[in-house]
């Protein structure tokens, strides 16, 4: 079975960049399905806010697309979130999921607070 | 993007009751309908897809209906493990969105 694990810094300051990775074990990120990065904000709203295709293709959610960037290294079966310029509205849990028709495969979940 | 409205936001039930959640889309998205349940402190676990569709190992005690803009999902026979949030999901075409959630508690 797939697994996916959420890993990063868990306190960035206002207008610096966050930073995650997923590190997937089960299944190769080239072989197929999407690789998505999605978040909870405090009072539970989920947002999409992206993937990384299994071809290395990206589709942003609208609202991020000028700060948002999702990556891969494929030696390492990893991918990655960069959000720049963030403000205390990016303090959310971040998942990192797989998807086939937008129906996901979820890992744990890692909390980043924005503060100064 | 496509809204997902989830009623009721709170929902409070012994075990051994029958629940329903009901969601509006705004607009038609056929059966392209989700449901997911999470646990406190836990990610969201699939539970229905297409409308109607039970994920595998999932009970039949769930079970999901509906077409277009309106949905629901009821849960027969309220068990323990029951008990968290859920939320309806369109999965019609990105950008994927999300209902606000419904919390079911314990009476």
């Known amino acids: 079975d797939v697994q996916l694990q959420e890993s990063g810094p868990g306190l960035v300051k206002p207008s610096q960049s966050l930073s995650l990775t997923c590190s997937v074990t089960?299944?190769?990120?080239?072989?197929?399905?999407?690789w998505n990065w999605i978040r909870q904000f405090p009072g539970n709203k989920l947002e999409w806010m992206g993937y990384?295709?299994?071809?290395?293709?990206?589709n942003y959610n609208p609202s991020l697309k000028n700060r948002i960037s999702i990556t891969r290294d494929t030696s390492k079966n990893q991918f990655f979130l960069r959000l720049n310029s963030v403000t205390t509205e990016d303090t959310a849990t971040y998942f990192c999921?797989?998807?086939?028709?937008?129906?996901?495969?979820w890992g744990a979940g890692t909390t980043v607070t924005v503060s100064s | 993007d496509i809204q997902m409205t989830q009623s009721p936001a709170s929902l409070s039930a012994s075990v051994g009751e029958t629940v329903t959640i009901t969601c509006r889309s705004s607009?038609?998205?056929?059966?392209?309908l989700a449901w997911c349940q999470q646990k406190q402190g836990k990610s969201p676990q699939l539970l229905v897809y297409?409308?109607?569709t039970l994920a595998e190992g999932v009970p039949s005690r769930f079970s999901g209906s509906g077409s277009g803009t309106q949905f629901s999902l009821k849960i027969n026979s309220l068990q323990p493990e029951d008990f968290g949030s859920y939320y309806c999901?369109?999965?019609?075409?990105?950008?994927?969105?999300f209902g606000g959630g419904t919390k079911l508690e314990i009476k």
């Open positions: 999921a797989r998807d086939q028709d937008g129906l996901f495969v």
């Open positions: 089960g299944y190769s990120i080239t072989s197929g399905y999407y």
């Open positions: 990384i295709s299994y071809d290395g293709s990206n």
């Open positions: 607009e038609n998205i056929y059966s392209y």
């Open positions: 297409n409308a109607k």
């Open positions: 999901q369109h999965h019609y075409g990105t950008p994927w969105t």
